[in-house]
């Protein structure tokens, strides 16, 4: 794992949030993506070298609709950035982890992705990513 590369968070409503995010951040979103097989609208912010994803379900059986029904709004998962994700794939596999995309699958802002469960993580879904392209 390479550094923390973005937190991601769920929200109710993204045109709201991306106004307090814009407040605490000091910086405006750079940019709003929708992920249609993900069911979600995200925008990003940088924060130094880090960044913030907030996430907006776009349709009921999202997983991110099912979050917020669950827990509401709040922290939804961790990224860190790794440069060869299917070998952290393997690693993180014979180390007992529970992965959820054998096959790293394409997310939002040009990222090959994949997360760990939960279960197998103290509670907090784990997403590597890598740039595609890299
Ligand atoms: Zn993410």
């Given at each position: 794992?390479?550094?923390?590369?973005?937190?991601?968070?769920?929200v109710?409503?993204?045109?709201?949030?991306?106004?307090v995010?814009?407040?605490?951040l000091?910086?405006?979103?750079?940019?709003?993506?929708?992920?249609?097989?993900?069911?979600?609208?995200?925008?990003?912010?940088q924060?130094?070298?880090?960044?913030?994803?907030?996430?907006?379900?776009?349709?009921?059986?999202?997983?991110?609709?099912?979050f917020?029904d669950?827990?509401g709004?709040?922290?939804?998962?961790?990224?860190?950035?790794?440069?060869?994700?299917?070998?952290?794939?393997?690693?993180?596999?014979s180390?007992?982890?529970?992965?959820?995309?054998?096959?790293?699958?394409?997310?939002a802002d040009?990222?090959?992705?994949?997360?760990?469960?939960?279960?197998?993580?103290?509670?907090?879904?784990v997403?590597?990513?890598q740039?595609i392209?890299?």
């Amino acid at each position: 794992m390479d550094k923390i590369e973005h937190i991601g968070i769920a929200v109710n409503d993204l045109a709201a949030s991306n106004i307090v995010f814009e407040k605490i951040l000091g910086t405006p979103h750079y940019k709003i993506e929708e992920v249609a097989s993900e069911g979600v609208r995200t925008s990003f912010f940088q924060s130094g070298p880090n960044k913030i994803e907030l996430l907006e379900a776009i349709s009921d059986d999202s997983p991110i609709a099912k979050f917020l029904d669950k827990k509401g709004e709040g922290v939804h998962h961790i990224a860190f950035a790794v440069t060869d994700i299917k070998a952290e794939i393997s690693r993180l596999k014979s180390e007992g982890f529970v992965v959820l995309n054998e096959e790293p699958k394409r997310g939002a802002d040009n990222k090959w992705v994949a997360f760990l469960h939960p279960k197998s993580t103290n509670g907090v879904l784990v997403e590597l990513c890598q740039e595609i392209g890299s």
